[in-house]
């Protein structure tokens, strides 16, 4: 693929909307969209600009809503079971809700700490109805979420350009994510350099200048086959802050968990971006695939050992039932979900809302 080491691909001031397609087509214009103006180097531009995408976030739940529906006739079952409850069938419902939250992914600790506490309730007379047993249990998850998923809001520093890695295993949806997150930022007037950090995979760069195209990014791709991506990643870092960028989106390649020389690449990438811009990067999201359920907690370990992972981005869990592992890996990692990717359309990667993400699982 012949690159050079600065290839831009940028449209400046230009939005598409995006139809519910998974990777956009390139060669395709539109009009440009009005948007406010904004600079990092305002006061709390940062932390702003993080609570504005999150608060912005809470008016999409119909999305979230749509998104968690195979887990939510996981969890159907709980209604009818809570229905005509009454205290003589109290072991027998809590059996069969023990067995929903499992089926559901939320995992044998989680799901018996869960069930006990229900039943504790139940039998000291705090719960007297279905009605109250539902409450409690929403109650009980949204506690656990709340606990250990405080910093939902990307943490950007006080600086720019704000540097965000993206790793992940091959087939997590990365480079996607990467791209529908670009379009969250420019469309509060961000300006944008992406990174194309993903060097092994041929496609890869190819995909990533499809999103800069049509987000109206600029991009900053290897010079050659054999560049390696800590290169790219300072160059771009570089570029962002002799140039003034807001964000700069670091895009890498896909690597198991279990191979170690390419999680050892990520620690130069995390070191290679520090060296310019001092305590870069401010974020590093593992993107993780919600279809695998709780066989991501072996690969969030890892990555998180080695490269000290400040985010989660939960993927495709609009095709799972296992919606419960959000609960799980927040529960036994304590990283908080920063977005979960709920369909195919840009808008899909929402901020994760702890209570917008209670309320789609248990209707």
């Known amino acids: 693929m012949a690159t050079s080491s600065t290839h831009l691909s940028f449209l400046a001031g230009r939005l598409s909307p995006f139809s519910s397609e998974r990777i956009p087509q390139r060669g395709e214009f539109h009009p440009p969209v009005n948007r406010f103006r904004c600079s990092a180097g305002k006061s709390g531009f940062f932390t702003r600009?993080?609570?504005?995408?999150?608060e912005k976030a809470k008016s999409d739940v119909e999305k979230v809503f749509s998104g968690f529906s195979k887990t939510r006739e996981n969890l159907a079952v709980i209604d009818e079971l809570?229905?005509?409850w009454n205290l003589a069938e109290t072991d027998r419902v809590l059996d069969e809700l023990e067995e929903a939250l499992l089926v559901s992914d939320f995992g044998p600790k989680i799901t018996v700490r869960i069930v006990e506490k229900l039943r504790e309730d139940i039998l000291s007379g705090k719960l007297k109805s279905g009605s109250e047993i539902k409450?409690?249990?929403?109650g009980s998850v949204l506690e656990m979420l709340a606990m250990k998923n405080s910093k939902t809001e990307l943490q950007m520093g006080f600086r720019k350009p704000a540097v965000i890695m993206i790793v992940g295993v091959n087939g997590g949806g990365k480079t996607?994510?990467?791209g529908k997150l670009a379009h969250r930022f420019k469309k509060e007037g961000t300006k944008v350099l992406m990174a194309a950090g993903d060097t092994f995979r041929a496609a890869a760069s190819d995909q990533l200048e499809?999103?800069?195209?049509?987000t109206g990014c600029e991009i900053v791709v290897a010079e050659g086959e054999k560049t390696k991506a800590a290169t790219v990643l300072s160059k771009a870092v570089k570029r962002g802050k002799e140039e003034g960028y807001d964000v700069v989106l670091?895009?890498?390649?896909?690597r198991l968990h279990t191979n170690y020389s390419l999680m050892e690449e990520l620690i130069a990438c995390k070191k290679a971006v520090g060296k310019v811009v001092s305590g870069a990067p401010n974020e590093i999201l593992l993107v993780l695939?919600?279809?695998?359920?709780l066989n991501m907690l072996p690969q969030a370990r890892e990555f998180n050992e080695v490269v000290g992972i400040t985010g989660l981005i939960l993927t495709k869990l609009d095709g799972s039932a296992?919606?419960?592992c959000v609960v799980s890996v927040v529960e036994e990692l304590g990283i908080p979900v920063k977005f979960i990717g709920v369909g195919e359309a840009v808008e899909d990667l929402q901020p994760f809302d702890p209570e917008a993400f209670v309320n789609a699982i248990f209707s």
């Open 210 to 214: 499809i999103w800069a195209e049509r």
């Open 176 to 178: 996607t994510s990467l």
């Open 49 to 54: 600009l993080g609570r504005l995408i999150k």
């Open 289 to 293: 695939d919600g279809n695998t359920g």
């Open 135 to 138: 409450d409690a249990l929403k």
């Open 82 to 84: 809570l229905l005509f």
């Open 322 to 324: 296992r919606g419960g």
């Open 250 to 254: 670091c895009d890498t390649s896909g």
